[in-house]
């Protein structure tokens, strides 16, 4: 009888501490769905609506009630073992600091999003810099859950990573490159997200869309994405093309590759017939006064004309390229180098270069302008008794097999 009477005694018992415990749980659950539920609604209006970052640092914060609730709770729960106590406690503790860490990383987050909305931030990200302090965050809080966890003074912990700290300098090694690297960027503003940058080494070629600690994410022409440590942009060389795009001109260099056999000087009669180029009207009046001062002077009597300077048409084309560009709408002038210039002469004919700038930065409208200069001055040679040099085609042989 006294054993079934002791046995009651303990089912009564542990139904207070299981009634207890429900009815811990139960107001740790209400308190949460309140808190989350309820208030965090109500302060919805007064939040940033263009974003659910700060709704979700509330939320983690909102977590620490319950679980102080549950670490004080545990306490005034009948019978239960008090290993059962402390280990609950610890824990609720721990997941507490963890809740902390968690809303500092989302308001972190948060201040980033809101720095990212100023004019200055493409100039100067700060998103580097954030997520060091959110790794110095996370650390901090794996420290004290550990302590808290394990009852030992965090200082106690700390005290030991002095003998880790050539293992921590490993295992961060990428991080404590990427963070100088960050620096580095930002402090000479090399990099900034909308830049198009080009980095062979790595098969880029595009626009940065993201700056982090870590990495920078470039979409490449194709679409693609090519991801490039951060510490790679300082070690490695690559090309920023954003100089070009504040200019507000792209660079045309292109060549017309003459053939040699081609190049001769004028008659008189066929620079009689090069007066039709309105372009050509000033240089042709100065060059031929020029030309006939200087033999009139030099010449003595000579008549002979290997002696004498004479107009050639090569040079006749440079003066009409460099007139054709000066009064093309889409060519900028002022502020840009504009010029025709020869290289040095080859097996596959003289390079007459053509140096200027287009008046804009848009790829498509650039490829436009230049295919339309290029266009004009390849129908235009003729008329200068000039021919383009190509390789020979199976076409050029068939006519000379049959000339017919």
């Not at 545990?74 to 402390?86: C, G, N, R, W, Y």
């Not at 394990?150 to 963070?179: C, H, N, W």
């Not at 140096?355 to 235009?380: G, K, N, R, S």
Request: aromatic share 8%.
């Amino acid at each position: 009888m006294q054993a079934l009477f002791d046995d009651y005694s303990a089912l009564a018992l542990w139904l207070q501490s299981l009634i207890a415990l429900l009815g811990l749980a139960a107001l740790a659950f209400a308190v949460n769905w309140l808190l989350k539920r309820v208030l965090l609604r109500f302060a919805a209006p007064y939040l940033d609506n263009r974003t659910d970052t700060a709704d979700r640092g509330a939320a983690w914060l909102a977590t620490v009630i319950p679980l102080l609730i549950v670490s004080r709770g545990i306490l005034l729960v009948p019978h239960l073992p008090e290993t059962v106590v402390t280990v609950t406690v610890n824990v609720a503790r721990a997941l507490i600091v963890l809740s902390i860490a968690m809303a500092i990383g989302w308001a972190l987050n948060y201040a980033n999003e809101l720095y990212s909305r100023r004019p200055e931030a493409r100039s100067r990200p700060i998103k580097g810099y954030v997520q060091v302090v959110k790794i110095a965050v996370f650390c901090g809080a794996a420290i004290l859950m550990i302590a808290v966890l394990i009852e030992q003074s965090p200082l106690l912990l700390l005290s030991g990573l002095g003998a880790m700290a050539a293992v921590l300098l490993l295992v961060f090694k990428d991080t404590i490159l990427s963070l100088v690297a960050s620096v580095q960027l930002t402090s000479n503003d090399m990099l900034r997200v909308g830049d198009w940058i080009e980095m062979p080494s790595m098969d880029a070629d595009g626009d940065v869309v993201d700056i982090a600690l870590h990495t920078v994410k470039v979409q490449n022409f194709d679409k693609t994405i090519t991801t490039i440590p951060t510490h790679r942009l300082i070690a490695d060389s690559f090309r920023n093309w954003r100089g070009m795009t504040d200019s507000g001109g792209r660079r045309i260099k292109r060549s017309l590759v003459i053939d040699q056999n081609s190049v001769r000087f004028l008659g008189e009669e066929e620079v009689a017939g090069l007066k039709r180029f309105r372009l050509l009207d000033d240089y042709l009046a100065r060059k031929e006064k020029e030309i006939a001062e200087w033999n009139r002077h030099e010449l003595a009597g000579d008549d002979d004309a290997v002696n004498a300077r004479r107009i050639t048409n090569i040079g006749t084309l440079r003066a009409y390229v460099i007139a054709y560009l000066r009064s093309h709408p889409s060519i900028a002038s002022t502020n840009f180098t504009l010029m025709v210039r020869q290289l040095a002469p080859g097996p596959e004919g003289l390079p007459l270069e053509i140096y200027c700038f287009a008046d804009t930065v848009e790829w498509p409208i650039y490829e436009a302008i230049q295919a339309d200069i290029f266009d004009h001055l390849l129908a235009i040679l003729p008329e200068f008794g000039l021919r383009i040099f190509q390789q020979p085609s199976g076409l050029d042989l068939a006519r000379l097999a049959n000339p017919a």
